[in-house]
């Protein structure tokens, strides 16, 4: 049996990860007026939080008594965020529209199970749900990962294989950079997101293999409260500062 050093419970998992987010958030809504090296350490930490966020989707989904209300939720707090969000951080669907449809997509395929037919319904109600991501933070890979993480539960590819996905989306930009013999200011420009993609997502990795299976402090609406409260604060000091209110 694996011994691990470092032990941590959703709580200690969820409290990174809404620090990974406001670094991020207050990168992304301050973009135009922060050095490149603040932007690049502020987003560059944020890529920790969606991994995080996925892997405890697959958690509470295993653990919660009743997924309709566990989806009622994710859906009300999504609703509630969606003017902050837009507001401060662009003309998108908000992260919590992408954790519902990614635990519809795993309760989804726990129930359609047994027939042909029925693995036909899951995977186009996959492919749909991939679509509409399209307009959802995360876009693309979200809910695929959401996905992998519910699926891969004790398996030692767990915490590697979805964060991957995003190795894929940083090895992208670099592949684009270097077709395009972009010069080095280039490379500065996407530094942030480099980060974000190579560090902050792959720190994820010996976060969750560290997750101890266990709640910690029952603390769950402040973290739905957080979300959009944060998102609107910084859009009050964004115009507060600079005087930009849209």
Known sequence: MEKRYLKLDSFALK???IIGMSANHLGNAFYNYLPLTIRAILIGFGGLTFPIMA???????Q???DVRKYALRLGAFALVSLVPFIWVLGPSLNIMFTLLLGLLIIWADDTLQGSDSKRLVFYLLLTAAVLVTHWCDWSYIGVPMILLYHRGRGQSWQPVLPVAMVWLMGLGTVVDLLARSAPLVYWHYNLPMLLYCFVGATATI??????NDEQGRPMKYFFYLYYPLHIAILGVAKGLIFGVWW
């Open 206 to 211: 010996p976060l969750i293999r560290a997750y």
């Open 15 to 17: 409290v990174i990860a």
């Open 63 to 65: 653990h919660t008594r």
């Open 55 to 61: 892997y405890q989707i697959s958690v509470g989904y």
